[in-house]
């Protein structure tokens, strides 16, 4: 993606939002950019625990635009991975500290005077004001989505907002895809989603409990071994441009499984 | 899985998720094309009276390609 300045959004919450935000922050930043992701969830922020930095929070997002600290103070660095900053937001202020032009005020203090190659923001759940505000800076997006009825209806809605919010590169990040499933028919593949929501999919992320451990201690799942960190290192080379094929997702291989797609089951 | 089951869930799921985004990206609430399909049937049945009608017009919100497009698909002589 060309874009520089992308949101992370989904309309519904409970996705993985805040988890890809990390992830392919995390993996972008390994693959040498200059990176910050934003909290933008105002009063909910959870980038910072997300991303094992809860503790180093001192100033935030709103205290910048208050005036209340510099810049450079608000940056928290990732000290497993060099070029990763954490902008965290307010857990105590009103959403209404945060507008769009201050947010555009925001990003381009982060790219002009801090010398960022790509920021991520991570959006609020919702179609509501915490979203348009996420959303007025940038010039790309990453829509995440599960292969769920409710959160593909979502998706479809907020593509139809960033479209008209003149976002040029949308993508999608299809979330906790259970391949067992799909191959039995009684999940949507990609390739359903593809058809239902006409964009494609710039990654594909199998559901993994390594995902739970990960979060658990804080750690980016893109720094271990596991499928979803694999995954999300994948679509973070996807996103700088690299052709990188999509993981097999082997399950619907085998014996069982030919028998089962012989019977239609799958 | 669901062998016995005949369809599998996600074609049902996709048949939905058609329908409903459809009528989302038109912005037009389902029971309104309801109420256009009554209307209509009782347009048609002033124009072409018949007696006992077996089958209503059958109106449907529909998308092509960028647009979004009402089907109405008027029998007029039912069986």
Do not use: H
């Amino acid at each position: 993606m060309n874009a520089k300045v992308i949101v992370v959004t989904s309309g519904k919450g409970g996705v993985g939002k805040t988890t890809t935000t990390a992830n392919i922050g995390a993996g972008l930043a390994k693959l040498g950019e200059k990176v910050v992701v934003i909290d933008v969830d105002v009063g909910l922020r959870n980038l910072d625990v997300v991303m094992g930095l809860e503790s180093r929070v001192v100033f935030d997002l709103i205290d910048v635009l208050e005036g209340k600290c510099r810049m450079r103070q608000a940056l928290i660095r990732d000290k497993r991975v060099e070029t990763l900053y954490l902008l965290p937001a307010s857990q105590t202020k009103d959403k209404d500290a945060l507008d769009a032009d201050k947010m555009r005020t925001v990003v381009r203090e982060l790219i002009e005077e801090e010398g960022f190659d790509r920021i991520l923001i991570d959006s609020p759940a919702g179609i509501e004001s915490g979203f348009k505000t996420a959303a007025a800076p940038a010039e790309g997006a990453l829509v995440v989505v599960n292969p769920e009825v409710s959160s593909v209806r979502d998706a479809d809605r907020i593509i139809g907002l960033l479209e008209a919010q003149q976002v040029r590169e949308i993508r999608l990040v299809i979330n906790r895809l259970r391949p067992k499933m799909v191959a039995s028919g009684n999940m949507l593949s990609e390739a359903d989603i593809l058809e239902i929501l006409g964009v494609k999919p710039i990654g594909i992320v199998p559901e993994d409990e390594g995902i739970l451990v990960s979060t658990n201690v804080g750690e980016p799942a893109v720094l271990g071994s596991s499928k979803a960190g694999q995954a999300f290192m994948a679509t973070a080379r996807r996103l700088r441009g690299e052709d990188v094929p999509f993981m097999k997702l082997e399950e619907d291989r085998g014996f069982l499984a030919a028998l089962r797609r012989l019977f239609g089951g799958a | 899985m669901f062998w016995g089951r005949g369809k599998r869930t996600k074609e049902t799921l996709k048949d939905r998720l058609e329908l409903v985004l459809a009528y989302d990206r038109a912005q037009i609430p389902p029971g309104k094309v309801d109420a256009l399909r009554r209307d209509l049937m009782e347009v048609v049945e002033r124009y072409f009276p018949t007696q006992g009608r077996a089958v209503g017009p059958n109106v449907e919100v529909e998308q092509r390609g960028d647009t979004v497009v009402l089907v109405a698909n008027i029998p007029l002589r039912g069986e």
